[in-house]
């Protein structure tokens, strides 16, 4: 089993020949879908090439490339940590909308940024290091 | 930390989000919390997701956002000055003055929240605001991967491995206090504030620690 590590968290998936993943995990784990036109997110459309889909599975790995997004994994080929383009990070903040996120308080309840719409919010980062 | 500020403007729809950008986890950030009592949101982000999100590179700073849920103020230092670079490393103290001058900052900071949550002052229109963005680069980017991966791998056992990622992303991405500091603490704690990081930080030369918010 392979983990992944997403803008939406952390997954377990059945990976093989790199990252290629089955349609649904690939969805689960990064909000990807596979469709005819390609790998879709919210409004956005990637073709991908022949080679990097087949039959109901798709390489994860060429997604990413075709994204431009970083991803890295760890030397045993277990864990993988696909992060964000830059160029979607300027966007979306050139956008100034703040971006959202959902984080747990110290009795592991999770609290999500935009349910705080309709208050001004001070988001401010600390460390006891 | 901000407690203060928040009982005087909680009735005021206004919160105030605290993030712990804490890779040990929450009970390396319980003491704080539960010292501070705070009423606010105190959310643990080992992951540093958060900087991540908002290109920040250095404790403590924040974002301003607004009722429709937009940027009014982009990353900047929260209420922190350099003052501190002055520190006489063996006393471990700083100047009275220079307390003094930390202490007002710090004051006027906070003042300036109080002003923006009363009456919305210091909002930046869009322009200005576009203008303060972080630039986030391919570099930063995969540093944030790199980090990610580094401390997961850290937290499951896998320290050398773990460093070595955390060391790369901290080249891709120097300006992140971040990423150097929380890798050091990580190695052992304590160590983000040891002699490797007063280096660090005299070899900045005249670029600031703290930039100013400019307010």
């Not at chain 1, 959902?102 to 006891?128: E, I, Q, Y």
């Not at chain 2, 390396?28 to 919390?33: D, P, V």
Request: charged share 25%; with cysteine; aromatic share 8%.
């Amino acid at each position: 089993m392979t983990i992944l590590l997403t803008e939406s968290g952390e997954y377990v998936v059945a990976a093989r020949d790199g990252l290629w993943l089955s349609a649904a995990d690939a969805e689960r784990s990064t909000g990807w879908t596979l469709k005819p036109e390609g790998m879709c997110k919210d409004e956005l459309c990637v073709p991908l090439p022949a080679t990097a889909t087949r039959g109901g599975e798709v390489d994860l790995a060429a997604l990413w490339a075709k994204l431009g997004a970083p991803m890295a994994r760890d030397d045993a080929g277990d864990v993988w940590s696909l992060g964000t383009a830059a160029e979607t990070r300027n966007a979306a903040l050139d956008g100034l909308e703040a971006p959202d996120f959902a984080l747990n308080d110290l009795a592991g309840t999770s609290h999500r940024l935009s349910s705080l719409r309709g208050k001004k919010v001070f988001l401010a980062t600390w460390a006891s290091w | 930390m901000w407690q203060e500020l928040y009982a005087v403007l909680k009735d005021r729809n206004f919160m105030v989000v605290a993030v712990a950008e804490e890779s040990r986890g929450p009970e390396h950030a319980r003491q704080w919390i539960e010292a501070a009592k705070p009423e606010y949101w105190c959310l643990i982000d080992p992951a540093h997701r958060v900087a991540d999100l908002y290109g920040m590179t250095n404790v403590p700073q924040a974002v301003w956002i607004d009722e429709q849920g937009h940027i009014a103020r982009p990353t900047e230092t929260a209420g922190s000055t350099d003052h501190f670079r002055r520190m006489d490393l063996t006393t471990r103290t700083m100047s009275p003055e220079d307390q003094a001058a930390r202490t007002a900052a710090r004051a006027r900071y906070l003042d300036a929240v109080k002003d923006w949550v009363l009456s919305g002052k210091h909002a930046l229109g869009a322009e200005a605001a576009r203008r303060k963005l972080p630039r986030i680069t391919p570099e930063i980017a995969r540093a944030h991967a790199l980090f990610r991966l580094g401390a997961w791998l850290r937290s499951h056992g896998k320290a050398a491995e773990g460093d070595r990622h955390m060391g790369e992303a901290s080249r891709l991405h120097p300006d992140s206090w971040n990423v150097w500091r929380q890798a050091a603490d990580l190695d052992e704690v304590g160590k983000a504030s040891g002699q490797a990081f007063w280096a660090r930080v005299q070899a900045l030369g005249d670029k600031p620690y703290y930039p100013s918010p400019e307010l």
